[in-house]
């Protein structure tokens, strides 16, 4: 039998104003994450390769963040710009999908985790322009809970493109994400469920977007989750201390996990021996993103004559890197990247791939390197990895990220190659991709302001 458990936050209402506020989140939520690929029965090199061509709309729309730009959306996805003085968010083209539920009674919906935006929305019914989704459009008129907020509320001012539809005095909004990916709608205030294990519920009040005019692409979803650090997030609006999740590796076939709450507090336990921390950062050009100072970089044996500043965050907004669940591939300016794949090409002492950019940086492996006999036997019996250095991140205050081979090479036998899952991130910032963070308990802690991971059985 389900236990129901209601978290009671505080409505602030004043002056025909609504909008969500709390103390400290209390509570224990653990939810699932799937990846947006499980269950298509791709091989571990076909989803990769898919997660390449997100990674690659995803850096771009970064870099733009970053320096303060205007974007122009890719070709095919719109020939417009962001609107002025509208900020460009990373892109729509996510990698891990949280379910929940809105409203009284609750409706499903399956919505995009981002940890570099704020906005959490969902499409809404009825629905001018939606993108395809597996659940039904979610129905305000159908929920109890659900209110509109006045466009004097707190919230709606909190959106950069916000505007006022009058009569009834209500928020409407537009969110821009890079690669090409609007929402427009209502602002509104209605309950979020989470189901944790256990069959545990939890209930929340929650700001998000209703939108009614949605263009772009949502992998399938039904909206997204930002969880950014702006007020617009479900970490800003529930004021999480502390939230972790466990990405489990793409072709595994087991959910990875989200949790924030008491359980977050806990995340370790006797394995603390093992947990790095190291301090997270913030820009005030670019607060919704998750900073850390990345000092430097090892392959093999040695550590890479790369200067500290090559990683550093600048007062402008630009530089910094940046630890992200959405983008697939660890992204590195481009004369770190060339330092980082010479040292690898000198030490594997293997010449390079010819193929298509969403290959990325690919080695050629001859076959017999693939291949070894088994004892005693005259046929080609299993499959050896080619020997590859190891790749160190190196974090300030000391903190040391040791990744395991699976986090930065892919291994193609079918192809003859050997891949680093890694790419040019198109300016002088960095971003550290979830191929790095698979396998590893990630913990962010906003009240210390410190990053920790150790690695583990996600």
Not at 176 to 198: I, K, Q
């Amino acid at each position: 039998m389900r236990q129901q458990r209601f978290v009671a936050l505080v409505l602030l209402v004043a002056s025909a104003c609504a909008s969500t506020a709390a103390s400290a989140f209390v509570g224990d939520v653990r939810v699932a994450l799937k990846h947006i690929d499980a269950g298509k029965q791709l091989s571990r090199p076909e989803l990769i390769r898919r997660a390449m061509r997100r990674s690659k709309a995803r850096a771009a729309a970064l870099s733009a963040a970053r320096s303060r730009g205007v974007f122009r959306f890719p070709p095919g996805k719109s020939d417009q710009q962001a609107p002025g003085g509208t900020p460009v968010r990373p892109s729509g083209d996510l990698e891990y999908v949280v379910d929940l539920a809105i409203g009284t009674p609750p409706q499903h919906v399956s919505a995009l985790l981002d940890t570099g935006s704020d906005l959490i929305w969902t499409q809404c019914a009825p629905c001018a322009t939606c993108l395809t989704q597996p659940d039904p459009l979610f129905v305000p008129a159908q929920s109890s809970s659900y209110e509109p907020m006045h466009c004097t509320g707190p919230l709606c001012s909190d959106i950069a493109h916000h505007g006022c539809q009058r009569p009834p005095d209500t928020c409407t909004y537009r969110y821009n994400y890079g690669d090409g990916t609007t929402t427009m709608g209502v602002y509104a205030t209605e309950r979020f469920t989470f189901t944790s294990s256990g069959d545990v519920l939890t209930t929340v009040p929650l700001g998000f977007g209703c939108g009614s005019v949605n263009v772009g692409s949502l992998n399938n979803a039904s909206g997204i989750v930002g969880f950014g650090r702006n007020p617009l997030s479900l970490v800003s609006q529930l004021s999480i201390r502390r939230f972790s999740y466990c990405l489990t590796p793409y072709a595994s076939g087991r959910k990875s996990t989200l949790l924030f709450g008491s359980l977050a507090d806990t995340l370790y336990g006797d394995d603390d021996a093992l947990v790095q921390t190291t301090p997270l950062l913030q820009s005030p050009q670019n607060p919704t993103f998750y900073y850390v100072h990345l000092t430097g970089l090892t392959v093999g044996t040695r550590r890479l004559r790369i200067p500290e500043s090559a990683f550093a965050l600048r007062p402008d907004g630009t530089g910094g890197v940046i630890v992200d669940s959405g983008t697939a591939l660890t992204l590195l300016p481009g004369a770190v990247l060339a330092e980082v794949v010479r040292a690898f090409r000198t030490q594997l002492r293997l010449p390079f791939a010819n193929g298509s950019a969403d290959d990325g940086v690919c080695f050629v492996v001859p076959t017999e390197a693939w291949w070894r006999r088994a004892a005693g036997t005259s046929s080609s019996s299993s499959l050896s990895q080619v020997a590859v250095p190891r790749m160190v991140l190196h974090f300030q205050g000391g903190a040391d990220l040791d990744l395991p081979r699976r986090n930065y090479v892919l291994d193609d036998h079918r192809r003859g190659r050997l891949c680093l899952l890694l790419a040019d991130s198109g300016d002088d910032g960095s971003t550290i991709g979830n191929l790095v963070q698979q396998d590893m308990r990630v913990l962010y802690d906003l009240e210390a302001e410190t990053l920790s991971f150790a690695p583990a059985q996600c």
